[in-house]
């Protein structure tokens, strides 16, 4: 199973607005270094945490315009841009952790995870792909006017019926959509199933044992930080894979990327995917550890589940060979000083080929490296 949250869910609120801040922060200074919790509640915003830059950015402003442009712009929806008060509480980067990033050593002491498999176009797993298309699609129909009666919050979740590692069909979808209190449930499930559902998942996973439903609970009405705190950091499974594979335990969010928790993230998806790109294994996932301050990491292994098509050791020392597992050298491989990170922070940090990490600009070398079968 694997769920999705809209971006006004108020855990999404939050890490869309620390992703925002640090969009800015490197937007000024590419070497900031910004480490951001946010808290959303009824009426009030914080922000907390650890900055340094050469740059000025204007938080409250970047907090309020991220806020409107999720579409809490209304004061009926108990949350507005306009009225929500934000608190701030910023204070410089320690100096011990700039010392350890200073001998080119990770900044963070972190273990990361990266898969990849062979179910979808963009070799994620199919639950997670499908929930995250599913609630973008709830939002695009209201962020374009086509479903005004639509409010912010929402989620998606999928579960997928296997044999063995094959997805044979979509055995429960499940819409949670905040909505007009003028609209019945009746009308809002009959147009989300016509308009999200069978726009968004394809016939041949829609079987006689489907289960499709809206709002299982009745009436959402009151959504958003108004019914529930949002806080950056606490959806890091469907952030990454659903619970198709381990989540290394860190949140991505609000992180610049000399955080490894972060970078080697989406330096380990960047290798499992070349794995699976290049037909080597149909399933692949690559483990990494570093430790702050030191500049290699402490482990690193791969899993193939069995279908390898190549040696797994052979595999494990052609990705160690072609990609930079050193904290900095990986951030410029990736390209990661850009304000790039605001459009990772709903809807899944892998999977979205426009991102660095999704590019297969090392397939070519690992399949010369590899070559033919087992030896």
Known sequence: MAESPTEGHPDKVADLIADALLDEFLRKDPYSRVSLEVMVISGMTFVAGHVSTEGYVDIPGIVRSTIKEVGYNRPELGFDADASAVIISIEEQSPEIVLGLSQEGAGDTAV??????????????????????????LADLRKTGRAPFLRPDGKALVTVAYEGTKPLFVKDIILFAQHDPDVSLEKLKEYLVEEVVKKVV????????????????GRFVLGGPVADVGQTGRKIVSDAYGDTAYSGGSAFSGKDPTKTDRSASYLARMMAKHVVAGGFAERCLVQLAYAFGVSEPIAFDIETYGTEKVEKERIKEALREIFPLNPRRMIEFLDLRKPIYKKTACYGHFGKEELPWEKLTKLEELKERLGGGIQ
């Open 202 to 217: 394809p016939s041949r996973y829609i079987s006689k044992e489907t289960r499709i439903l809206v709002n299982p609970s």
């Open 112 to 137: 990361v995870i990266g898969y990849a498999c062979n179910e979808t176009e963009s070799y994620m797993p199919l639950p997670i792909s499908l929930a995250h298309f599913l609630s973008k699609k």
